[in-house]
């Protein structure tokens, strides 16, 4: 139970992942940030203002146009994070660390 808490102040996204909160938890995962410096503006602007504008109540919408421009963008980031973290653990770059 306590290693489970540990975890969780460990990676901490302060309720909005932006670019920095990002960069953050690639340096706690030893992921390094800089395939992802292009990205911070697809966070920051159009996945996190967006996030936040519907968040507090305004009407945002997304065009059709935009919709699968947001959405392969967030899947092929998540992508990139997660092959990055695979590749961490299975070459073992972790124990250098």
Do not use: W
Not at 51 to 58: D, F, L, P, V, Y
Not at 70 to 76: C, P, R
Not at 84 to 96: C, D, G, I, M, R
């Amino acid at each position: 139970m306590a290693e489970s808490f540990c975890q969780h102040r460990l990676i901490n996204t302060k309720a909005n992942l932006n670019f920095e909160v990002f960069s953050d938890i690639c340096v706690i995962c030893c992921v390094d940030t800089k395939p992802f410096s292009d990205a911070s503006t697809f966070i920051d602007v159009v996945l996190l203002k967006r996030r936040n504008s519907i968040a507090h109540g305004e009407e945002t919408l997304i065009a059709m146009e935009d919709l699968n421009e947001v959405a392969n963008g967030t899947v092929e980031l998540m992508r990139s994070f997660a092959d990055a973290l695979e590749n961490h653990v299975v070459l073992q770059t972790y124990k250098a660390a």
